[in-house]
DNA sequence: ACTCGATCCTAGCACCGCTAGACAATCGAG
DNA sequence: CTCGATTGTCTAGCGGTGCTAGGATCGAGT
């Protein structure tokens, strides 16, 4: 049995060298860059290897967003936790969601701009999918409003926020005035 | 000069036919579908000559955008022309814009998702993308608030908009709640 | 009528995602 | 301890991609 034990230990932790290195690659040179030949090389086995673990690449792209899910719900409540009173919470929350995805491009594209294979928004979804929603929804329900649906309402922040983002990273909207753009949304949006 | 005149004609008619032919091969079966070499055949032409007309393939998704960018600003336009009131105007601005996005998935991404080749928020913008966001801004200026750039606001609602528009044709947000994020997002950005 | 430049196509480059099939290493049964 | 079966990995290759070099063809101007 120990055998079999350490092989499998060995194979999840290729594993998680596939997934590494996939996202160093990402992040350094952009998800072109990432091709099953490169990657191979870089984990220095053959191409075949890759598919032993993922079905293609696109399941890799997978492994990666969820993998930035965790570290993304950690980062937005890690900013909000400092702040004091609703209104700093949620301008902390927007500053934290834009500071990741500025940081890492690569794994917000994996998460929320490639296709990973991963169903959002269903009951199938993946833990670490509902868990970032749910970082978002904790700060955000408080501001919600009366008669007005927290979930909906952690909605559409968000997909302000994403909007934001990727407006600003593909240079459609000027990076500078990114600041004024967040405090008009948390006005606005919040009720406080 | 005549001869001239008449090949410098079809020349331009075959670019049109390019682009055409891109948009509705992106539009049928996505952008993925759309090589250098399907669209070759459907024109009926050899590849050499899409690179006589168009520096490679991101110049021709940048054609598609130019395009777009003029239909939607009469879409946009169009939309608010009936309203009564501001209210009412922006609701069907905001409308009008989704609507687009989802009638016209492939121009939408080659417009704001994929890359053209196209300078965005500068000087040398191309008109046609000037005019898509001075047709947001005719509408959004009445209802900015006071003391709020009315070019900044028009930024940030339309992020909300590209946000909402995105995430929802990729299934990361369910499609059923459109409406109701649209009048949310109308009833506290705007300032009546 | 002939030359010469513009126009277009064939063929091919290097790369892509992905996979079939050969080969080596390891395991379990006799 | 041997030997067949299983597992794991690699080489090689398929059909596709964007793009281009170089030769053939055609037609306009002399």
């Known amino acids: 049995m120990s055998v079999q034990e350490r092989k499998q230990r060995e194979r999840a932790e290729r594993e998680r060298l596939i997934v590494a290195t996939a996202r160093e690659l990402a992040e350094q040179q ?7 030949r490169r990657l191979a090389e870089r984990i220095e086995y ?8 993922f079905r293609g690449k696109r399941e890799i792209i997978g492994a990666v967003a969820l ?5 993304m719900a950690v980062a937005m409540r890690a900013a909000t936790a400092t ?5 700093a919470r949620v301008t ?15 794994v917000y594209d994996a ?9 959002y928004a269903q009951e199938d979804t993946p833990e670490p ?11 955000l329900a408080e501001v919600a409003g009366d008669g007005v649906e927290p ?20 240079r459609r909207l000027p990076p500078e005035d990114t600041g004024r753009r967040v405090e008009l949304l948390v006005d606005r949006l919040a009720v406080l």
């Open 46 to 53: 053959s191409q075949p290897v890759l598919y032993s673990h």
């Open 30 to 36: 952009g998800w072109d860059a990432v091709t099953t």
């Open 92 to 106: 902390a929350l927007a500053r934290g969601y834009l500071d990741f995805a500025e940081r890492n491009p690569a």
């Open 129 to 139: 999918l509902k868990d970032a929603f749910a970082a978002l929804l904790e700060t």
């Open 83 to 87: 702040a004091d009173g609703p209104r």
């Open 151 to 170: 979930g909906l309402f952690t909605e559409l922040f968000w997909a302000s926020l994403h909007g934001i983002a990727t407006l600003t990273r593909t």
């Open 111 to 119: 998460l929320f701009q490639l296709d990973g294979g991963l169903p």
């Open 67 to 71: 993998q930035g899910a965790t570290e």
